[in-house]
């Protein structure tokens, strides 16, 4: 199985699929640590704008839905978390009014472990 940057749990993909069919296509963008600390935000694919200061770690391929839900973070923060795997999660709760989940009483969460040395030579060979 390729190593990945970013992995969802079963629930989060759940919640991607039922916002997908609300929505439309999905993106998130990791948040930086303003607002919601570093909740990652979902928004309608090209809703938040990303350019050379964004950094795509993943296009997701979640079943149930057509297109990938892509995954991006800001350079400078991926600068900090370049040796992280991040999952996806959901848990009850309120998170931003600005990412989709917002009205359904549940946010998206993220969970995080370094990747290992074998992990980190398979993205760089890669890149």
Excluded: N
């Amino acid at each position: 199985m390729p190593v990945t940057r970013v992995d969802v749990t079963p629930a989060a993909a759940d919640l991607m699929r039922s916002l997908r069919v609300q929505h439309g296509p999905l993106m998130f963008h990791q948040s930086g640590g303003c607002c919601d600390g570093s909740s990652p935000m979902c928004y309608l694919e090209g809703e938040f704008r990303t350019g050379a200061s964004d950094v795509l770690l993943e296009s997701l391929e979640i079943d149930g839905v057509d297109e990938p839900v892509t995954f991006w973070m800001s350079k400078s923060q991926f600068e900090l978390w370049k040796h992280t795997h991040l999952t996806v999660d959901v848990v009850r709760g309120r998170g931003s009014g600005f990412s989709l989940e917002a009205p359904e009483g549940v946010r998206f969460l993220i969970r995080s472990r370094l990747l290992s040395e074998e992990e980190i030579a398979e993205l760089a060979a890669r890149a």
